[in-house]
């Protein structure tokens, strides 16, 4: 019992040991953040204005259509951010302390969340860790001062919200709203749609009967996502004319290519942003691949790069094969068949989420529903098991930033 205690003991050091190397990460970054790294903040300006086109871009993922520059992501996260450059304006340098914020947050509405289906205190604090630090969670925020990885952590707090609502709040009508706002955040967002109708059905009714009752919770869940939907087709016909278009068709222009131009534009210009020629790459690093560290020099010596593909899903994060273990009931069956559908739409997308170096930043597009399932599936006598697991993870996140830190320096 005495060595089963300090075991225990060691373990809970080392897991806060490495929280906090992770969490002084993100702080520096917070400290070194600067001006003119964001275009949400000129999405937001444009906003203040009255327009929906900007003036600039700080990053390449902009549109031009018609003479106007239009920023191609969904815009809630520039309305999120609206108040601070009406103070500061468009070089506002605070993106890290909102992803900071909603970071915690996150992990705050997490460990709700846990306790409410049946965790103890512990698991829901391991919980938690490993969704925040041995996931995509924490990379998403040490990078909040970039527009991809903003709108990801956004996404993840409104996700995180839409269950929060569903388990500890009990509002079918919260839940849409937040889905509503993730999809304006994160397209793919609205497939969790069919998890929530099951998951808000009584046990003891058939999710396909059509009755009062269903009609209603059908309208609650549905009302804001269908106006989200309703928002998001009219702010692209506005822009580019066509309700389906969200200006992907207009970045990459071929007039502007070089050959210093990296591989995700010449995928875009050239084969498009879905294709099959995309699958054997996506499955490979979402499945396979490891961390990858290049050497140079006669000797192979010198440190040269890092893979930033990232690593497979399972050397990443292998806690995430507790999902398996799961009662696989109808809410299972659902949280699947939507943990299928977005990660199968990704592994035919010309990006895994470059850049990243642990598992990819996409599979948070559907990780929010896996750690549900995991949560329910680990015993009390699994507790020290998953540490390790989540121990791991986070160990490689740790390396493989501090390499990329060498490569960058």
Not at 194 to 215: E, G, Q
Not at 290 to 305: M, Q
């Amino acid at each position: 019992m005495q060595a089963a205690t300090v075991k225990k003991g060691l373990l809970v050091l080392v897991l806060l040991g490495l929280s906090a190397i992770l969490v002084g990460a993100i702080a520096m970054r917070v400290i070194g953040e600067e001006a003119g790294s964001n275009s949400y903040a000129l999405l937001a300006e444009a906003f203040l204005n009255g327009k929906l086109s900007v003036e600039r871009c700080f990053d390449g993922d902009c549109a031009v259509f018609n003479g106007q520059t239009y920023i191609i992501f969904p815009p809630v996260p520039a309305l999120l951010v609206m108040p601070f450059v009406a103070l500061w304006g468009a070089d506002f340098a605070h993106f890290m302390v909102i992803s900071l914020a909603l970071f915690v947050l996150t992990g705050a509405l997490w460990w709700q969340i846990f306790l409410r289906i049946g965790c103890d205190n512990a698991l829901a604090a391991l919980l938690v860790v490993a969704f925040l630090f041995s996931t995509p969670v924490h990379h998403v925020t040490l990078r909040g001062d970039s527009i991809w990885f903003f709108a990801q952590i956004v996404a993840v707090t409104l996700i995180t919200l839409a269950i929060w609502s569903a388990f500890v709040w009990r509002s079918p009508i919260a839940v849409g709203l937040f889905i509503g706002l993730a999809l304006l955040t994160r397209q793919m967002s609205i497939l969790y749609m069919p998890f929530f109708f099951v998951l808000t059905t009584p046990a003891d009714r058939s999710i396909f009967a059509v009755d009062r009752a269903a009609i209603i919770r059908l309208l609650k869940l549905a009302l804001f996502p269908a106006l989200a939907i309703a928002i998001y087709f009219a702010y692209n016909y506005v822009r580019f004319g066509d309700m389906l278009q969200t200006g992907y068709a207009y970045i990459f222009p071929a007039e502007q290519a070089t050959d210093q131009d990296n591989f995700i534009e010449f995928r875009v210009r050239e084969v498009g942003l879905f294709s099959k020629d995309y699958l054997l790459y996506n499955v490979l690093y979402m499945f396979l691949q490891g961390p990858h560290v290049e050497f140079a020099g006669k000797y192979l010596t010198e440190l040269k790069g890092l893979d930033a593909g990232g690593v497979a899903l399972f050397i990443g994060a292998p806690f995430l094969l507790f999902y398996f273990l799961a009662k696989w009931d109808r809410n299972f069956l659902f949280a699947s068949l939507t943990i299928l559908v977005i990660a199968g739409v990704t592994l035919f997308y010309h990006s895994n989420g470059f850049a990243q170096y642990s598992i990819q930043r996409y599979t948070l597009d559907w990780l929010p529903l896996a750690m549900l399932f995991v949560a329910v599936a680990v015993r009390n006598e699994n507790k020290a098991i998953l540490g390790l697991l989540v121990a791991h993870g986070m160990v490689l996140t740790i390396g493989m930033q501090g390499v990329a830190f060498l490569v960058n320096r």
